[in-house]
């Protein structure tokens, strides 16, 4: 009895024992960082992976002492090896899959060469460990060994041999026992966590989900609003520094030229009252940058600063009207040699960002239908209650005004000079074919029909009040094409009748 206390005070485990020493990590043939697949979720996480000893273990970072996971390349009891495979059409670029009986773990590293160096280490290695299993199968034959002689003990030295034997083996499977206890306790653990932390991962992406879908209508309409007038203060922001651009690499230095090479006359046509826009803009965007100053709050005013600066905005009908004619300056001096040298000097500087001068020129011609757009999408998701939404409703009425009030010019400086241009090219009746307030509306091939039936082929010029039929001349040698007066026609509609008699084709009869 005696010596059973003694042998059971030596196997059991006490509170006193000694608490076992942490065992050191180990040496890693390669180590380094790698994506790694989730067993639950299909994310990609970034893990810190170190192979030794046929055992590809992963950690959160390289500091860690205890791994994450560990990924067995050679499995002792089925006696089978991982094997590596290259993935070229998966989900994530330099992608390769490590599978170990059904297991399969999808890995990915960060470019094509690291990826074939993870691969050629575990297949190495497996090789090694291979060759190794096969030296160590070789068996050999030995000679039989003579019968041991059968020694007599006495009766009591028998019983207390086995006795200590059979005490040694309970209190030995007691151990294994244990640790077989603690080890799946520890494995249940593990699993169980990763279980929770991807329940709840997913728990918070339908809660975020059903959250933003459920958000009432006016924090929405506060969300469109805020990405709205960022995006004002943004593309505010690009349009001056273009402008700033065009006019420190183009403007002034062909401005402040010397030599009279390039025709100063067309560069003044060129850039029109390019300068004054630029003056302009940086003190709207000045005035907008004040309302971000102190962040951004549903209730901030945006409409109230367009309303002060849209009547300077008739800067642009200027530049809109010349813009034609500076695309014309423009093509003449590209015929001028020391005018091409400098547009390549200039394009060769990294500020431009491979822009040339036609496309810093039509920025301004593309700003104003921008402002418009914006305002409407601003006030769209104001709310009435908010003091801007009115500033707002009255800031896109001016806009739209001032647009329409610089189309209508344009277009009345465009029929201007196409009237102007046939004055001189016309020939007949119509001497004095400018008028005040007369514009051309359109103008086109048309058939006309005369009473005794016979069409005509005629070229017509439509104004807003008459009607010039004209029929081209003979080109001859050296003599530029013109116009034939044929008939004029007064738009009073008393005694015209227009008719379509072929709705397939495109040409018009006219029966006065």
């Known amino acids: 009895g005696q010596m059973l206390r003694s042998l059971q005070s030596k196997l059991s485990f006490t509170k006193e024992s000694p608490v076992p020493k942490k065992e050191p990590k180990p040496k890693f043939l ?45 499995d002792e009891r089925g006696k089978i090896f991982a094997s590596v495979m290259s993935i070229d059409k998966g989900k994530k670029p330099n992608m390769f899959n490590v599978v170990q009986g059904r297991a399969n773990f999808s890995l990915s590293a960060s470019t094509a060469e690291e990826k074939q160096e993870w691969m050629d280490v575990i297949r190495k290695l497996n090789d090694q460990k291979q060759r190794y299993l096969s030296r160590s199968q070789v068996s050999f034959i030995q ?31 007691k151990k294994v026992k244990k640790c077989q206890s603690v080890a799946r306790r520890f494995i249940h653990r593990r699993r169980y966590l990763a279980l929770v932390k991807a329940a709840s991962t997913f728990t918070a992406w339908v809660t975020g989900n059903k959250v933003r879908q459920s958000l009432p209508p006016v924090l929405k309409k506060a969300t469109h609003r805020k990405n709205i ?16 651009l065009c006019d420190e690499i183009f403007v002034q230095p062909l401005m402040s030229r010397q030599d009279k090479a390039i025709p100063s006359d067309l560069i003044r046509i060129i850039f029109s009252n390019l300068p ?16 971000f100053s102190e962040g951004w709050h549903p209730h901030r005013k945006l409409g109230d600063v367009f309303l002060k600066k849209i009547s300077q905005m008739k800067l642009y009908t200027q530049y809109i009207k010349d813009y034609d004619k500076s695309m014309d300056a423009f093509k003449k001096c590209v015929e001028v040699p020391a005018f091409l040298n400098f ?28 402002y418009e757009m914006l305002l409407k999408d601003l006030q769209r998701h104001t709310e009435e209650a908010n003091p801007d939404c009115q500033q707002l409703l009255k800031a896109l009425e001016q806009m739209k005004e001032i647009t329409l009030s610089i189309n209508e010019e344009k277009r009345h400086a465009d029929s ?15 001497r004095d074919l400018y008028s005040p307030g007369r514009l051309l509306v359109r103008e086109g091939p048309l058939h006309l029909v005369t009473g005794d039936g016979t069409p005509k082929a005629i070229y017509a010029f439509l104004f807003n009040d008459q009607m010039m039929c004209t029929k081209a001349k003979k080109q001859q040698e050296g003599i530029e094409q013109s116009k034939i007066i044929s008939r004029i026609i007064g738009l009073g509609f008393n005694d015209c009748m227009f008719s379509n008699r072929d709705s397939k084709s495109s040409d018009q009869s006219i029966r006065s």
Request: glycine share 4%.
């Open 30 to 74: 390669k180590e380094g960082w790698l994506q790694k697949q989730g067993d639950l979720l299909p994310t990609w996480n970034v893990r810190w992976f170190g192979l030794a000893d046929n055992v590809l273990f992963y950690y959160k970072n390289p500091k860690d002492d205890e791994p994450m996971g560990e990924i067995i390349l050679y």
């Open 143 to 173: 000679p039989a060994s003579p019968p041991r002689p059968v020694v007599t003990q006495p009766m009591e030295t028998k019983s207390t041999d086995g006795l200590k034997a059979m005490f040694h083996y309970l209190s030995n499977e």
């Open 229 to 244: 007038a960022m995006e004002i203060l943004q593309t505010e922001r690009s349009y001056v520094h273009h402008l700033t």
């Open 276 to 291: 004054f826009l630029l003056m302009f803009q940086v003190e709207f965007l000045n005035s907008i940058e004040e309302r």
């Open 343 to 370: 547009l390549e000097n200039a394009k060769k500087d990294p500020r431009c960002n491979l822009l040339e001068l036609p496309d810093f020129l039509i920025m301004p011609v593309q700003r104003l239908p921008r």
């Open 416 to 430: 201007l000079v196409r009237i102007l241009e046939l004055k001189g090219k016309v020939k007949g009746s119509a």
